[in-house]
């Protein structure tokens, strides 16, 4: 056994330094998405009657439950565990899959890992070091939630810590036993993802359906169980142990599983295509490449539309006449009436969640240059603009497709004018569309920072998602081009100039993109 580790550590100080920038910004982010909440809850829900009256409202709304999860205290503590604690967690195991999907999967994917292991390194220190850098990511993550509540009660403070850190734990495994499966990153990221966001849906239905959070599908989801240790609310901290039972249990069905594979090998390979192509034409080999995710992500706002549609009247119960909350949900949202508003911020989110979008799609250019499949392509009668054109064309169109139906889903949860859902949500597109070209730039101009385009993309969503709430100056507010949208359904008249301007804008980042990209050596 002890040969099998060999190298472990020389492997885990690499892995830490390749994410020596990436590893700390997501650090950040899942801590941040706790630690700003209870200034702007205590400035919202500033006496004990408004918490009661949130704790009682919440607790007797379905719809909110499932977004949010039951409300178990009426103490800041709790209302921020409550508020912040699944997102958290959630934001957690995306964190930890990507660690470990990239240091094992993705080593061996791009023949990095046959080279390592030419050197002395035991068969099972590759992912033993994954899960190590993962441990090391989630435990910092735990130690600044716990340090950052701890004034707000010490028992409290280290339950939603370590409830957080053991949720990315525990998907890090499952991670670990997707790259044994699959056999490329993509399809193991995709994997754990769809494992994540099930694990959301059971939590949410189950909480939907139960106003303590006893629903027995709560109960089967690890987002479930960071709900149930109740974090400022009577911990149950025996909860952890759960965590702690089927994290050993999936490592060592992963060490299981790493162990009766060759190197490179899977236990679910890749079909053999035809042995006659079919693909006509190199935008007709990007929409094979890209539409499964393309389907997945529209199917994911279609429900995300009539989920949040379906909540606007229960928000706006929610809302009542706490004047704060108002003014909050009116700044990312729209002045004419809060149903109007909730509908503006839900388009307004659903905008900023489709930057991801298109940043993973364009990128997607990088993935296929990096991975050697683009040379051979481009050895052939297909230029670099027509291979660069139909990922570019998915990437755009794909936006475009997959807010249209967060619209139609928005108009048809809440059962009003459909066409104004539709139109709001399309109103996000320019700005998406800015995010989209910044992206083709990255690739085209500087690809090894192309990577950086995730931090504009998120950079966008935290200022939108939390600049509000923490009422943050307006200069910085207009740092992202969604603060530059108008405020739809509800305004009195459309604002095009601004979608013009952004427009124009995404235009010429796009073409200045192509531009480098063609005149630009190929990455090796």
Same mark, same amino acid.
Request: proline share 7%.
């Given at each position: 056994m002890k040969n099998q580790l060999a190298g472990t550590g020389t492997l885990l100080r690499l892995a830490l330094r390749r994410d020596r920038v990436m590893m700390p910004v997501w650090i950040m982010v899942v801590a941040m998405t706790v630690l700003s909440l209870p200034a702007s809850l205590e400035s919202v829900y500033g006496t004990a009657a408004e918490r009661a009256r949130l704790l009682g409202t919440m607790n007797t709304n379905g719809s909110l439950r499932a977004l949010y999860g039951p409300v178990f205290g009426d103490s800041i503590g709790a209302l921020t565990a409550w508020r912040g604690g699944i997102f958290a967690g959630v934001l957690a195991g995306i964190m930890s899959l990507v660690v470990v999907v990239r240091h094992t999967r993705e080593e061996e994917e791009t023949g990095r890992q046959e080279l390592l292991s030419a050197a002395m390194v035991g068969r099972r220190a590759p992912l033993t070091a994954a899960l190590l850098a993962a441990l090391t990511a989630n435990v910092l993550a735990a130690l600044l939630v716990t340090g950052g509540l701890a004034g707000r009660g010490a028992g409290g403070a280290l339950a939603l810590g370590v409830g957080i850190g053991a949720t990315g734990m525990l998907f890090a495994a499952l991670a670990a036993i997707a790259a044994q499966l699959t056999e490329s990153a993509r399809l193991a990221k995709g994997l754990a993802g769809a494992l994540i966001g099930a694990?959301?849906?059971?939590?949410?239905?189950?909480?939907?359906?139960?106003?303590? $959070?006893?629903?027995?599908?709560? @109960?089967?989801?690890?987002? $479930? %169980?960071?709900?149930?240790?109740?974090?400022?609310?009577?911990?149950? @901290? %025996?909860?952890?142990?759960?965590?702690?039972a089927a994290v050993a249990v999936q490592v060592a069905a992963a060490y299981a599983l790493a162990g009766r594979r060759d190197l490179g090998m899977s236990f679910l390979p890749a079909r053999p295509g035809p042995a006659e192509g079919r693909l006509g034409s190199a935008g007709a080999l990007a929409w094979r490449l890209q539409r499964g995710s393309l389907i997945g992500w529209s199917l994911g706002f279609l429900v995300a539309g009539v989920v949040f549609g379906g909540m606007t009247d229960g928000a706006t119960q929610l809302v009542g006449d706490n004047e704060r909350t108002r003014e909050i949900i009116e700044r990312m949202g729209g002045q004419s009436g809060i149903a109007d508003a909730f509908l503006a911020t839900m388009a307004g989110m659903l905008g900023m969640v489709a930057a991801l979008y298109i940043v993973s799609a364009v990128l997607r250019l990088s993935g296929e240059e990096s991975g050697q499949r683009a040379e051979p392509l481009l050895a052939n009668a297909v230029g670099r603009l027509r291979w660069a054109g139909g990922h570019l064309a998915v990437a755009f169109g794909g936006s475009a497709l997959i807010l249209l139906l967060a619209g139609l889903g928005l108009g048809i949860g809440h059962g009003r004018d459909v066409g104004a859902a539709v139109g709001a949500c399309l109103a996000q597109l320019p700005a998406v569309w800015v995010i989209g070209a910044l992206a083709a730039l990255l690739h085209g101009a500087a690809p090894r920072y192309a990577v950086a385009a @995730?931090?504009? /993309?998120?950079? /966008?969503?935290?200022?939108? @998602?939390? $600049?509000?709430?923490?009422?943050?100056?307006?200069?910085?507010?207009?740092?992202?081009?969604?603060?530059?949208?108008?405020?739809?359904?509800?305004?009195?008249?459309?604002? %095009? /100039?601004?979608?013009?301007?952004?427009t124009a804008l995404a235009a010429a980042l796009l073409a200045a993109g192509l531009t480098a990209l063609r005149r630009r050596d190929l990455a090796a």
């Open positions: 694990a959301f849906v059971l939590r949410a239905a189950g909480d939907a359906g139960s106003a303590g $959070g006893s629903s027995a599908l709560t @109960w089967v989801s690890p987002l $479930g %169980w960071l709900e149930h240790v109740r974090a400022f609310a009577a911990e149950r @901290w %025996w909860v952890l142990g759960l965590f702690a @995730w931090a504009v /993309a998120g950079t /966008a969503l935290t200022l939108g @998602w939390i $600049g509000p709430a923490l009422n943050l100056p307006q200069a910085v507010l207009n740092l992202s081009p969604f603060a530059h949208l108008p405020k739809l359904p509800g305004a009195e008249a459309v604002a %095009w /100039a601004p979608l013009c301007a952004l």
